[in-house]
């Protein structure tokens, strides 16, 4: 496709399934150390895959509260039309699981508004932030098993910015799990385009799980194409896909 300058390989790295979060974790912390922007900005996925990384994580900032005042956060993705007190938005539950524990206070965040009057001013709101507050310094994104980023699913424009989309069927499904039942899934979505993140200055694509093991096989030896928009991932050169050996099954045999 012509908007594919380069391919780039990805940089795997392996775990046990044991040693999955520490290892995200460790990941993580050592290109926070990294670098070098006084305040880097971060983006981080909701779901079930970092859950252990965010233990982790916090664990770790009981000895480390300085490298965390100087975090800002962005959100990745977020449901649309939800009030501010919904516990399915995601600012809420990555408030629960990561913000607040820490210290990421309000004035070092920015996200979507879930309930915004107008949703092409919000994500027009978030274009302008980026523009002036970005880039993004470290993307951490989970995999949908139709091969989605953030909530960039098949078919997803990748010069983007920010966009309100409709859910697919199959990522309704997946987090029908999460709000108990299909009916308290939201139909739509805000999430960052693949510009932003395509742009971090370092990405981590965490996968974990047997059930991810055919997309991120096509994510890594497929084609380039928007129908599986983490394939995108192949075309800058700062990706690293910290994945359990379940998650590989099929791609290392
Ligand atoms: C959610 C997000 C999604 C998830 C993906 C994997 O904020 O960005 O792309 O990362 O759907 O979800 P889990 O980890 O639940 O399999």
């Known amino acids: ?22 290892v995200a974790a460790e990941s993580f912390l050592g290109a926070l150390k990294d670098c070098d922007t006084p305040s880097p900005l971060v983006t981080l ?6 859950l ?27 449901y649309a039309d939800l009030k501010p007190d919904d516990p399915r938005l995601f600012q809420n539950w990555l408030d629960r699981e990561l913000l607040t524990p820490l210290s ?6 920015t996200g979507f508004r879930s309930d915004a009057a107008d949703p092409e001013a919000e994500t027009r709101r978030i274009e302008i932030w980026l523009d002036q507050n970005g880039p993004i310094d470290i993307a951490v994104l989970g995999l ?15 010069n983007h910015v920010a966009n309100l989309i409709a859910l697919s069927s199959e990522t309704r499904q997946a987090n029908a799990a999460y709000w108990s039942g299909l ?41 380039i194409t928007q129908d599986i928009p983490a394939s995108m991932l192949r075309t800058v050169p700062n990706v690293t896909v910290i994945a359990d050996k379940d998650a590989l099954e099929i791609t290392h045999g």
């Open 45 to 50: 996925p909701t779901g079930h895959t970092p």
């Open 144 to 158: 949908g098993t139709n091969g989605h980023i953030g909530f960039n699913e098949p078919g997803a424009v990748f």
């Open 183 to 223: 009916d308290h899934v939201p139909e739509k979505a805000y999430t960052l385009g693949l510009k932003p993140i395509l742009d971090a200055r370092k990405i981590f694509l965490l996968v974990s799980g047997a059930h991810k093991s055919a997309i991120l096989d096509k994510v890594m030896n497929g084609p």
């Open 1 to 22: 496709m012509s908007y594919v300058k380069k391919i780039h390989d990805l940089h795997i790295v392996r775990t046990c399934s044991q040693d999955f979060a520490r």
């Open 52 to 78: 252990g990384m965010y233990e982790e994580l916090r664990t770790h900032h009981a000895n480390n509260k300085a490298l965390w005042n100087r975090i800002r956060y962005l959100a990745l993705d977020e």
């Open 104 to 109: 990421i206070n309000q004035d070092r965040r």
